[in-house]
Structure formats: C-alpha cells, structure tokens
C-alpha cells in the first residue's frame, strides 16, 4: 500500500482500521507500522473523528417535516407510490399476451411451411421405383 493510498482511507474512513475496507487492513497496518507519518496520519484521523461523535446530531422537528411536505405539495410534487401500479400490471399483462401470440402464430405458420416440405419428400419416394447409386450415396 502507498502512504497516497493510506492518506486516501485515511480520509474516507477515519482513523479506527476496523472501520476501514476488510481487504485493505492489513496492508495498512503494515504500513502504520513501518511508516510514522502513517502512525500520526491515523492520529489526528482519530481527533476527527472524536469531534464528529461529539457533535450534536440535528433533529428535524416534526414542524419543520410538515412545512417540507406542504411545500413539496404546494409545488405539485406528489408522494412516489411503492411498487408497481395497476398500469405497469396492464402493461406487463399485453406484453405477455403479444409474446403468447408470436409464439402461437410461429408454431401454426412452421407447421404449414413444414407439412408441405414432408408431403414433396413423400411424394418424391413414392415415385422411386427402385434405389440408384445416386441416391444411395448422394451426388
């Protein structure tokens, strides 16, 4: 691992190596140890972070939840609905029906296409009075 590399986690994820991405621990424990600028890295990640949990976290107040919904409302937006809609249904619905019908349509028209090929093959080996070389070994 480079220190850039180290400096990079570092930031992105504190100065706890337990926080830090499990196939990157290692190599960096490796590096803190061998490198002191890593070690104070890590130091003054931990002061960081020390002040992050120290810090109040905001609470949206339930009157200040009500003015954001009024206002999204006020201006036309609308609650995003959970899961499909009887629209997508319907819509799911004539796919599956226009796939049921191609393939009930390709069945019947290779049916037809097929039963007048095999009526000719028929038709072709009722004539043959006998066998000749050419249609024994083909040529």
């Not at 960081?48 to 339930?62: F, G, I, M, T």
């Not at 039963?115 to 249609?135: G, K, M, P």
């Amino acid at each position: 691992m480079t220190y850039e590399r180290f400096e990079h986690l570092a930031d992105a994820y504190g100065g706890d190596l337990r926080r830090w991405p499990e196939a990157e621990r290692e190599a960096a424990r490796a590096l803190r140890d061998a490198d002191p600028r890593a070690a104070v890295l890590l130091r003054e990640a931990d002061g960081l972070d020390a002040l992050l949990d120290a810090a109040p976290r905001p609470v949206a107040s339930h009157a200040l939840r009500e003015a954001v919904i009024a206002s999204a409302a006020g201006a036309g937006l609308k609650a995003r609905r959970r899961g499909p809609g009887p629209l997508a249904w319907l819509s799911g619905a004539g796919w599956a029906a226009a796939a049921c019908a191609g393939v009930v349509f390709g069945i019947n028209l290779t049916s037809h296409l097929t039963a007048d090929v095999q009526a000719d093959a028929v038709l072709y080996q009722a004539s043959l009075t006998s066998a000749d070389d050419t249609e024994v070994l083909g040529g």
